[in-house]
Nanobody, 124 residues
Framework: QVQLVDSGGGLVQAGGSLRLSCAAS????????MAWFRQPPGKEPQFVSGISGSGAGIFYADSVKGRFAVSRDNAKNTLYLQMNSLKPEDTAVYYC?????????????????WGQGTQVTVSS
């Protein structure tokens, strides 16, 4: 099992930046495919980005491509999401998630472990 703790959210103006972190503890972090999801108010969770265990495979939702960058430091057991050029529509609770699959999948059902979420609010 792995335990995940999200952090780094906050209130930022449109055009600003935030960096989210997800600290993992438990079983070997590099063995997990990791992802970021977000849930805007009143909406279903959305896939944002995913990264394979080695970091070689990286995927983004079209809505964040070119603005967000996912990375991981397996030595520090930490996942990151650098968010630049933030827009009001990026406002959501952001969750990190871990999966034992070897490929990056985009559905919530594919992930076994979840962080508690961190709120990101972008003002216009």
């Amino acid at each position: 099992q792995v335990q995940l703790v999200d952090s780094g959210g906050g209130l930022v103006q449109a055009g600003g930046s935030l960096r989210l972190s997800c600290a993992a503890s438990g079983r070997a972090f590099s063995g997990y495919t990791m992802a970021w999801f977000r849930q805007p108010p009143g909406k279903e969770p959305q896939f944002v980005s995913g990264i394979s265990g080695s970091g070689a495979g990286i995927f983004y939702a079209d809505s964040v491509k070119g603005r967000f960058a996912v990375s991981r430091d397996n030595a520090k057991n930490t996942l990151y999401l650098q968010m630049n050029s933030l827009k009001p529509e990026d406002t959501a609770v952001y969750y990190c998630a871990a999966s034992t699959t070897t490929v990056v999948l985009r559905t919530t059902q594919s992930y076994d472990y979840w962080g508690q979420g961190t709120q990101v609010t972008v003002s216009s």
